[in-house]
């Protein structure tokens, strides 16, 4: 049972805009694994649950396009998700049993975004520190700020 129901929402509010024949695209970015090593149990199981998430939502979108008939468009048409990297040159002191290994050998390297904003009908927008998670939401654990204009 999920307690953050922020996800949901999301999907729910482009399938309603499906079903209203409206255009609405979600861009969501968020970092290429958590903090720490991307090897760890803890940051597997995130990535674990990050991605049944995200496929929930691809599901509500899918199921909402099938139902209106819209089989020529794809879900990735109205939610999209990126992490932003960086490429390198390569680095030739990385010892071989390091777990650097693969970033060098691809030359990715994560850029942890710790802003967040949001753009509603290219007329509001909201700035702030909170991330989409419960720890964020809760209200009785982070301190968050944001402004609206």
């Given at each position: 049972e999920a307690d953050n129901l922020i996800p949901m929402e999301?999907?729910?509010k482009v399938a309603s805009k499906i079903?209203?024949?409206k255009r609405f695209a979600v861009y969501i970015i968020?970092?290429?694994w958590p903090e720490g090593s991307p090897y760890s149990a803890a940051a597997q199981e995130i990535l674990f649950w990050q991605?049944?998430?995200m496929r929930m939502m691809y599901k509500i979108i899918g199921q909402e396009l099938r139902s209106m008939n819209m089989e020529e468009a794809h879900p990735?048409?109205?939610l999209n998700f990126f992490c932003l990297g960086n490429r390198e040159l390569l680095n030739g002191d990385i010892e071989q049993n390091s777990s650097q290994v693969l970033p060098e050998k691809y030359r990715r390297f994560m850029i942890y975004?710790?802003?967040k904003g949001m753009i509603v009908d290219d007329e509001f927008v909201l700035l702030g520190s909170a991330n989409i998670n419960q720890?964020?939401?809760d209200g009785s654990r982070d301190t968050e700020i944001?402004?609206?204009a």
């Open positions: 999301i999907a729910l079903r209203a024949r968020i970092p290429m991605n049944q998430t990735q048409d109205y975004v710790h802003s720890r964020s939401m944001a402004m609206g």
